[in-house]
């Protein structure tokens, strides 16, 4: 396991952009998905007055759908455009459809 985790340390330059996915997956999983799903079983007897409980746990539960995928990949990016300075990495990753990519779907 030491190996495991010595080994990912050298292998991505910027450990900051890993731990964001690790917050990208926890956020959205724990503090989104998983409290939605749990209160709609909870109360599946009585969602109120026109399952407005349910409702609003779908919207919470696309919401966070959309902020693992989204910080997923920006994350992942993030690990890839990390590799840009690294002369190790050279023909490893081609940085410019990378960084064209990045500018397509963000806007940089």
Do not use: R
């Not at 959309?66 to 997923?72: D, E, K, S, T």
Request: charged share 10%.
């Amino acid at each position: 396991m030491c190996c495991v985790a010595v080994a990912i340390a050298v292998s991505i330059p910027n450990l900051g952009a890993l731990i964001s996915i690790g917050g990208a997956v926890c956020l959205s999983t724990l503090g989104l998905m998983f409290p939605s799903l749990i209160e709609t079983m909870v109360f599946w007897d009585n969602l109120g007055k026109w399952n407005w409980i349910l409702w609003k746990n779908v919207l919470i539960f696309i919401f966070g759908v959309a902020i693992f995928v989204f910080g997923l990949i920006g994350s992942i990016l993030d690990v890839i455009l990390s590799f840009e300075d690294d002369e190790a990495a050279e023909g490893f990753v081609n940085v410019n459809s990378v960084k064209q990519l990045a500018q397509t779907y963000y806007f940089i």
